[in-house]
């Protein structure tokens, strides 16, 4: 089993950049595929990137990538996203989630096959 924590969620103005961080506990941080998903009021819950155990392989919403990066460091349990250009409707909570028994290289963008969730983050971008 592994918890996630995320942070550096914020309110950053339009055209701003935030980077959020995720943090797993456990030491088999490795076996996981990692995903960041959002939440908008009154939205379902939608697909952000995904990136493979090794790293290597990543996975963008076509709305969201030209505008972001996913990079996970397993020596520090840790994966990332770094937005940029944000807009007003990039305002949401932001989870990020893991997903057990993935291929080295395999990416998934779907929510249902995550495993694991953490509690999400608050990114507001005003206008």
């Known amino acids: 089993q592994v918890q996630l924590v995320e942070s550096g969620g914020g309110v950053v103005q339009a055209g701003g950049s935030l980077r959020l961080s995720c943090a797993a506990s456990g030491r088999t941080f490795s076996s996981y595929a990692m995903g960041w998903f959002r939440q908008a009021p009154g939205k379902e819950r939608e697909f952000v990137a995904a990136?493979?155990?090794?790293?290597?392989?990543?996975n963008y919403a076509d709305n969201m990538k030209d505008r972001c990066t996913i990079s996970r460091d397993n020596a520090k349990n840790t994966v990332y996203v770094q937005m940029n250009s944000l807009k007003p409707e990039d305002t949401a909570v932001y989870y990020c989630?893991?997903?057990?028994?993935?291929?080295?290289?395999?990416?998934?963008?779907?929510?249902?096959?995550?495993?694991?969730w953490g509690q999400g983050t608050q990114v507001t971008v005003s206008s």
């Open positions: 989630a893991a997903k057990n028994g993935a291929g080295y290289y395999h990416t998934d963008s779907l929510q249902y096959n995550y495993d694991y």
């Open positions: 990136v493979s155990r090794s790293g290597s392989h990543t």
